[in-house]
């Protein structure tokens, strides 16, 4: 048993419920509110269909998926992403940067380093307290 497959497993046991709970909050919650906003009637396009030389196409059941799908991707992005990615800025904003590129090549080297480990350019030392904030 080794940990990333630990790991994957509760990610797909999570992932699993996380989609019930996400689509629970859209069948209870979500829909009903554009229900309200629309006069009272719940959207459904299940029985909207076409007939093109005998053949019947029932588009109406994939429109029903595809808005499903759409309030579904925006829900996760505006409760889970959204939220992520302001923590994670939040956390990364007071970071001291610990590389600089090298003027010469362009490669990623160590802030206090004199001398470029790819191109062994010479560099200029600049003393900490003149040096930006990253």
């Not at 992520?84 to 007071?94: G, K, Q, S």
């Not at 010479?122 to 003393?127: A, C, G, R, S, Y």
């Amino acid at each position: 048993m080794r940990g990333n497959l630990v790991e994957l497993a509760v990610a797909v046991v999570v992932g699993a419920t996380f989609s019930g709970l996400i689509q629970a909050l859209v069948a209870d919650l979500i829909t009903p509110l554009i229900a309200a906003v629309t006069g009272g009637r719940q959207p459904d396009f299940g029985n909207y269909s076409f007939t093109l030389n005998g053949a019947v196409f029932k588009y109406g059941d994939f429109v029903n998926h595809l808005l499903t799908f759409l309030i579904i991707a925006a829900v996760i992005y505006w409760l889970v992403v959204m939220p992520m990615t302001r923590l994670i800025a939040f956390f990364d904003r007071d970071k001291q940067a610990t590389e600089k590129q090298c003027p010469e090549c362009l490669s990623d080297i160590p802030v206090d380093a004199r001398r470029c480990r790819f191109c062994t350019a010479e560099l200029t030392m600049v003393p900490a307290d003149d040096r930006p904030p990253a």
